[in-house]
């Protein structure tokens, strides 16, 4: 154990912050390492992922749109099989209307 330890920023380090930088780092250290162990990846890193992304804003737009409509035909599938959730298939068109 270490007695009278002062660090000069310790009220830094445990701020809501901190964590979000901290989650932040881990979160582009580990994509890239996925990244870079994928085989047949076009990209090899999250540099590459946003310069493709600038490059191909259409392709990136129409697969966005296709992965809600596949993420949003997934949860209605899920909510027609139970019997349960007859009140939230109800309610869950009115979500999508503006």
Not at 10 to 22: D, F, L, R
Not at 41 to 66: C, D, G, M, Q
Not at 71 to 80: I, Q
């Amino acid at each position: 154990m270490i007695d009278n330890l002062k660090i000069d920023n310790i009220v830094e380090i445990y701020t809501e912050h901190s964590e979000e930088i901290a989650l932040s780092f881990e979160f582009k250290l580990s994509l890239n390492k996925y990244l870079k162990d994928l085989v047949a990846s076009p990209v090899k890193s999250l540099a590459e992922v946003i310069t493709f992304n600038k490059k191909h804003p259409k392709l990136v737009s129409i697969l966005y749109i296709r992965t809600m409509l596949v993420f949003t035909t997934n949860l209605l599938h899920k909510l027609y099989e139970s019997a349960d959730n007859i009140l939230l298939l109800l309610f869950v068109p009115c979500l999508f209307v503006t």
